[in-house]
């Protein structure tokens, strides 16, 4: 065979090889990898502070409307109805020879009707109406203390203003009254019992503090810590007793010292009789007030 021949045919017989390997290699050939790109990280939420709740803090901090007007509606609900009648007040036989002098001569008093409180004024009511709180042992409803006379009327004063009533402290005499029982008195010698323990926080059971108002025994109108836990301001000046009875007395017309009644934590037993009576200087830790209303 010509030479030219031979060459001729091997080239064709080696063609198809050469393009099946191409197609091998190229259908072998590794694709590129695609990166996807990454998303965007998202911004992270900001921490929103949870919000202020409408009730009352430890210390007894109560700011907003509506934790105002819940203190207020407590105030107005546990107002106790006395009805007017006729009492001996002062040293009188029950309160035997713990009795001062200063609480006699004893003497008939006649009394309109009026409410008066079931608690002291509390921490809560207190910094609810003043935004303030001066007490020495906090406690949203133990009784405010460490405040004066002044003070308090500053606090009736913005009471009423919230309320549209006329709060005030009690006289002598209807203090007197309410914690002997009113017309229901069984005539003991503290405020609800002859046996102080049962309705007093006092100088021998107390701990050195105050408490939460109301867990002792109430008296005969369903009031509470008239003997002890704190002393109570009452409207009048000081002054002696007279024989006379008397219809609705509110005192001297002036003085150096205001009233407080009840005795407190810290005092002994003679001190939380009914009939006890004291003339403070100003701001004691032992020293709170109770409202009256004489109409509701």
């Not at 017989?13 to 998303?39: E, N, Y």
């Not at 998202?42 to 901090?61: E, L, V, Y």
């Not at 509506?66 to 309160?95: C, H, P, W």
């Amino acid at each position: 065979m010509n030479p030219k021949h031979i060459i001729l045919t091997l080239l064709i017989m080696l063609c198809p090889i050469g393009m099946a390997a191409q197609s091998t290699i190229t259908r072998h050939k590794p694709k590129p990898a695609v990166t996807k790109p990454k998303p965007a990280a998202k911004p992270k939420a900001k921490h929103k502070p949870a919000p202020r709740r409408n009730s009352t803090h430890h210390s007894g901090s109560i700011s907003s409307t509506t934790g105002l007007s819940a203190e207020l509606n407590k105030l107005i609900n546990n107002m106790v109805y006395v009805a007017g009648g006729t009492f001996t007040m002062g040293g009188t036989s029950e309160q035997g020879s713990d009795a001062y002098t200063d609480e006699k001569p004893t003497h008939n008093v006649t009394l309109s009707s009026y409410y008066i409180c079931k608690y002291e004024v509390t921490q809560a009511l207190w910094q609810a109406v003043m935004d303030s709180n001066p007490s020495k042992f906090k406690g949203d409803y133990r009784p405010v203390e460490c405040v004066s006379w002044n003070d308090c009327q500053t606090f009736i004063n913005r009471l009423n203003s919230y309320t549209g009533r006329k709060f005030r402290l009690p006289t002598e005499a209807e203090w007197e009254f309410a914690a002997r029982g009113g017309n229901y008195s069984r005539h003991y010698k503290y405020s609800g019992s002859n046996n102080l323990d049962d309705v007093a926080w006092y100088g021998d059971n107390s701990g050195d503090r105050t408490h939460h108002v109301g867990i002792k025994q109430a008296n005969e109108l369903g009031l509470y810590d008239m003997s002890g836990n704190v002393w109570e301001w009452c409207s009048d000046w000081y002054g002696s007793y007279s024989s006379y009875s008397q219809n609705d007395p509110t005192g001297p017309n002036s003085g150096s010292y205001r009233m407080r009644r009840g005795g407190s934590w810290d005092n002994g037993a003679a001190n939380c009789r009914s009939s006890n009576r004291y003339s403070p200087g100003d701001r004691f830790h032992t020293l709170g007030l109770r409202l009256v209303l004489s109409q509701l």
